[in-house]
């Protein structure tokens, strides 16, 4: 019988995961023309259920072609084509004992209109990040503030692309409800000014969440997963508190905890760190308001770390680990020494924007990837083959 914590079975509704050990959700801009990703990043998530993960998460699918769109060559989820390309995918992973997830998103005012369809930026109040894009190096655009007409718009999104997910196959979807992003932009009185029932007390700013939950678990059939992804911080103005205290992200988590879901999914900048001026950690006061399965996330690198964070958290995800060593989850098994790597040394999940015309004014994004082939001396082929 297996006695390692981390490696010890977990039932998550009908799914029994064989460890504690699952992909982190991780964008790769690699589908700019028919936003299916490219071939060797839907491999990738195959490889590392074949490599030991129990859990994995796919990459944030953009929800609309008006406004949900925040970074070059996303993927989505709602065309047939679209549908037959992530089908084989969850084949493989389910067939490799592993669980899948689509997670998706909106990006709201995280947006650089050149690359929406529609050019179109929109969120609840018409405030731009303080911060620059960092791509583009340029400000965000003062973003329109939403209408009802936007927000059943973009509710329906989330529908259509669970609806993909489904007929993909894949066992559970995750609502993206951290990050900053729209849901997050809502659930914050940092970018949230409204003052319609959309805004102002906690239970107004949670509305959109809950409506988008409330339209996409009726199209999830009842065996398969529903997750939501939560955060105290943004991409963006990444200092900012977006919840400000423990009474008030609790209040969300309680929230939260009576709708249709399955888990929910902590992003933190690092596991370890106490929020809120408390001497607790985010899984902690997490579990303080909700008996919902936990998921953690946020520098969890190697057996020391995975074992301290599955104190307090059911299942651990791993981004840059899983993306940067094939063989993590038997490296932390064996309880090697491993490193911890740096958001510069995860941008070789982006070497695919070498291959988008230069056309595109993406050179930021550009300059991302090429500084990694300059400074490894490496190029797209070999780098496909080692990760
Ligand atoms: C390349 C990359 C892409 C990411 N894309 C997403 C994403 O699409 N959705 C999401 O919720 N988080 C995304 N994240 C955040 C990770 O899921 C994770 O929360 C963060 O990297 C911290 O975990 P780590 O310390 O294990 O890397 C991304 C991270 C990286 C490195």
């Known amino acids: 019988m297996e006695r390692d914590p981390i490696f010890l079975p977990f039932q998550l509704k009908n799914f029994r995961l064989k460890n504690r050990l699952g992909v982190a959700p991780m964008t790769r801009m690699s589908s700019p023309g028919d936003s299916i990703p490219r071939q060797d990043v839907l491999e990738f998530l195959v490889r590392r259920a074949r490599n030991g993960a129990a859990l994995v998460y796919t990459e944030a699918i953009v929800t609309d072609y008006e406004s949900a769109q925040g970074y070059p060559g996303q993927a989505r989820l709602v065309t047939q084509s679209q549908i037959e390309a992530w089908r084989p995918v969850v084949k493989a992973i389910r067939e490799a004992g592993a669980v899948s997830v689509m997670q998706m998103f909106h990006c709201g005012r995280v947006a650089w209109p050149e690359i929406n369809p529609a050019r179109r930026v929109i969120a609840p109040s018409p405030l731009a990040p303080r911060d620059l894009n960092p791509l583009t190096g340029k400000p965000y655009p003062v973003p329109d503030e939403m209408s009802r007409f936007d927000i059943e718009h973009v509710i329906l999104g989330f529908v259509e692309t669970a609806r993909g997910a489904v007929a993909a196959g894949f066992d559970g979807v995750e609502i993206h409800a951290a990050h900053g992003y729209l849901i997050s932009q809502f659930l914050s009185s940092y970018s949230n000014l409204r003052t319609d029932i959309f805004g102002g007390t906690v239970n107004n700013r949670f509305r959109l969440l809950h409506e988008i939950i409330q339209a996409v678990a009726p199209v999830i059939p009842d065996e398969r997963l529903l997750t939501v992804r939560i955060s105290d911080w943004g ?118 924007l070498t291959q988008i015309p230069h056309s595109h004014n993406w050179q930021g994004t550009l300059v991302l990837a090429d500084c990694y082939f300059t400074r490894h001396g490496n190029n797209l082929q070999d780098l496909q083959k080692k990760f």
């Open 235 to 352: 991409v963006v103005d990444m200092n900012v508190s977006l919840f400000g205290t423990q009474t008030e992200y609790q209040e969300v988590i309680s929230l939260l905890s009576r709708e249709p879901i399955d888990a929910v999914s902590v992003s933190t900048y690092d596991y370890q760190n106490k929020a809120f001026n408390t001497d607790k950690n985010m899984a902690q006061i997490t579990r303080g308001a909700t008996s919902l399965p936990i998921f953690i996330c946020g520098k969890i690198y190697d057996r020391s770390t995975t074992e301290d964070a599955l104190q307090d958290a059911d299942v651990a995800l791993s981004a840059k680990s899983m993306l940067l060593n094939p063989k993590w989850v038997e490296e932390v098994r064996q309880g090697k020494v491993l490193p911890l790597y740096t958001s510069e040394e995860a941008n070789i999940a982006y070497t695919s």
